[in-house]
């Protein structure tokens, strides 16, 4: 009763019958068609198991390669004239399901630990047998529906037997194998001969574990106090056993969850010294003896100095960590028999943001692309009241004015920007809206001097030489004038217009005519006018939602009633219908299909913006 109803009754009946009740099923079951089952006689044991992960079947010899004899990596070979090594392998939850449980801030991490596991496993194939330094840039994201490109490189040796490690990845297509991501840079590194006498001092088998002395540290609730702070570890990553406390140091032991076999195939397996780490969060959480800050942010490893190792394959390990710096410890790994298996000089970390995380998340570049495609959309019935006061700047060609104060919107006009300034001046308030029209500019641009405009008059009129000029020369010549013009007179417009701290809150509506083209119907874009838009966009970029777009065609029946427009952002107006830019995404289209949006990718998503009610304004896609 009270108990999660049919549910705690059926497991009443399953409990029941376990213990010799007789029950009648038939009465449970009655109406239905239920089939016997046999189970295993023998008793569930509730435990998890590890598949192991398979490396894809091929023979890499047929493609002049060696197998790299890693889990992470499939395939080696040495360069013929440095000496230097490459090393591929392929990432991806389905090969190695163990990363799943690796989750840092949402996202599926390959750890730091395996890096230097891939850098010893280098030294070991280049007879280096210490890692003097590898510093991690950025992390590595494994995708949960395709794989990653890894690719480990070592340069030649050096006099000294040094030699540079570099590891890169590049994300693939979850349906096909090709590569289409750019190539990330993750680790660098150096790899040496080592000396005799590099490393810290061994343990030995005779030494008390625990240390004498050593505190037990808190730990069962060690891995949900992680969860909280963005480390969702997995049951193949919650490896730490115990941790004692001596002094300034801690003593961790950590082992591979039950029934995992391939420590063999790692020289450190990247579980374990992860798990390892693990043992420091609480010191890092108690602060000197405070109650634990669960707000801290994230920590994870950044650079690693003079990792030795002294033997491979360990599965159970005993770790000593000693602060040797703020953000810095050593450490000394042994096995659970206290036999030496590798030190750490030094382990530098450092706090990880979310939007680092963000930043790495690998995205393939099919998934980037966009085309703009024009959509046809009808018009709106007439608006019967517009909001705000507005105002027509500058000419009014298209008698705005008249369109405005027929649908009822208060309205002003000014002969130019400066007597708007005045306007103000004298008390006024700002408009709402303004609009101003450019797409007439170039019919008298050659009636203005180089000082009004920014171009060199004499200069110009001398390139045309004294001869006669085929006509396309001219008409260039003239649409280069007409361009330089109007950018430079807009570009002066709207550096005043910004430079105004009343106008913050008005929105400036430009208009343009032919400036762009929405199929192959359209004409060419007016050379002219197409840097408008180019100009105002570079603006929208710096000032969001302060400049808006709108732009006519040519066609003699396109109505210029604001009041008639729809609302869309980005207009192009065209009768019939009204167009909208949409980006979609180029792969949803064939490949061999050549248009002109097509040569147009867009890599950003396309973000609305507010645009006056009822009009068809607005502005584009900001980026």
Not at 492 to 516: C, F, H, S
């Amino acid at each position: 009763r009270d108990e999660d109803g049919p549910r705690r009754f059926l497991t009443s009946l399953a409990q029941a019958h376990t213990h010799g009740l007789p029950i009648t099923w038939e009465h449970l079951y009655k109406g239905t068609e239920p089939q016997r089952v046999d189970l295993p006689t023998y008793p569930f044991q509730r435990q998890h198991y590890w598949l192991e992960s398979t490396t894809p079947a091929g023979d890499v010899s047929a493609a002049g390669l060696e197998e790299a004899g890693h889990p992470l990596l499939g395939a080696g070979v040495q360069l013929a004239e440095s000496g230097g090594y490459v090393f591929t392998g392929r990432l991806s939850l389905n090969a190695h399901p163990w990363l799943a449980d690796h989750c840092v801030l949402d996202t599926v991490l390959l750890p730091g630990t395996a890096f230097v596991e891939l850098a010893l496993h280098a030294g070991a194939e280049t007879d280096c047998v210490e890692l003097e330094e590898l510093t991690l840039h950025a992390p590595l994201v494994v995708p949960e529906d395709s794989g990653v490109q890894l690719q480990l490189v070592v340069g030649p040796s050096d006099v000294g037997g040094r030699r540079t490690l570099t590891i890169h990845s590049r994300v693939q297509r979850p349906d096909d194998t090709s590569v289409q991501g750019d190539w990330l840079q993750h680790a660098t590194g150096i790899l040496s001969v080592g000396s005799p006498d590099s490393g810290l001092a061994d343990t030995g088998t005779n030494e008390p574990w625990p240390p004498a002395g050593a505190q037990r540290m808190p730990t069962a609730d060690l891995y949900e106090r992680l969860a909280g702070r963005g480390f969702a570890y997995g049951p193949a990553f919650q490896g730490l056993k115990a941790a004692w406390r001596c002094g300034d140091d801690i003593f961790a032991e950590v082992s591979l969850p039950a029934g995992h076999t391939e420590a063999h195939r790692f020289q450190l397996h990247p579980v374990l010294l992860d798990a390892a780490l693990h043992a420091a969060i609480p010191v890092e959480e108690a602060g000197g003896g405070e109650p634990p800050d669960l707000s801290m942010p994230a920590r994870m490893p950044f650079l690693w100095r003079q990792v030795r190792l002294r033997t491979a394959g360990a599965d159970t390990l005993r770790v000593r960590l000693t602060p040797v710096a703020p953000d810095a410890m050593a450490l000394i790994i042994s096995d659970g028999t206290g036999a030496a298996v590798a030190t750490v000089e030094g382990l530098v970390s450092r706090p990880v943001s979310p939007d680092q995380i963000k930043v790495a998340r690998p995205v393939p570049t099919h998934d980037h692309l966009y085309r703009l495609e024009w959509v046809g959309v009808p018009s709106g019935p007439p608006a019967t009241t517009l909001t705000g006061q507005w105002a027509v700047i500058d000419d009014d060609p298209l008698d705005l004015v008249t369109a405005l104060t027929a649908a009822g919107t208060p309205v002003d006009t000014h002969t130019d920007l400066t007597a708007l300034i005045h306007t103000l001046d004298s008390g006024a308030a700002p408009p709402d809206t303004a609009i101003l029209t450019v797409h007439h500019w170039h019919t008298h641009t050659h009636t203005e001097t180089g000082a009004e405009t920014g171009a060199d008059t004499a200069t110009t009129t001398a390139t045309r030489g004294d001869g006669d000029p085929p006509e396309w020369a001219v008409a260039a010549q003239e649409t280069a004038e007409q361009v330089r013009t109007v950018t430079h007179r807009l570009l002066t417009w709207v550096q005043t217009w910004l430079a105004e701290p009343r106008l913050t809150g008005t929105r400036l509506v430009i208009v343009t005519q032919g400036a762009i083209t929405t199929g192959s119907h359209d004409p060419a874009p007016d050379l002219t006018h197409a840097p408008v838009w180019g100009l105002i966009r570079s603006a929208q970029a710096e000032h969001p939602d302060r400049f808006h777009l709108l732009d006519l065609d040519t066609h003699p029946t396109s109505t210029t009633h604001p009041n008639r427009h729809p609302r869309p952002p980005t207009p192009h107006h065209h009768t019939p219908p009204h167009h909208l830019p949409p980006l979609r995404p180029r792969r949803s289209h064939p490949r061999t299909t050549t248009t002109h949006a097509q040569r147009s990718p867009h890599t950003l998503r396309r973000r609305r913006s507010p645009t006056p009610a009822h009009h068809h304004m607005g502005r584009p896609s900001r980026h």
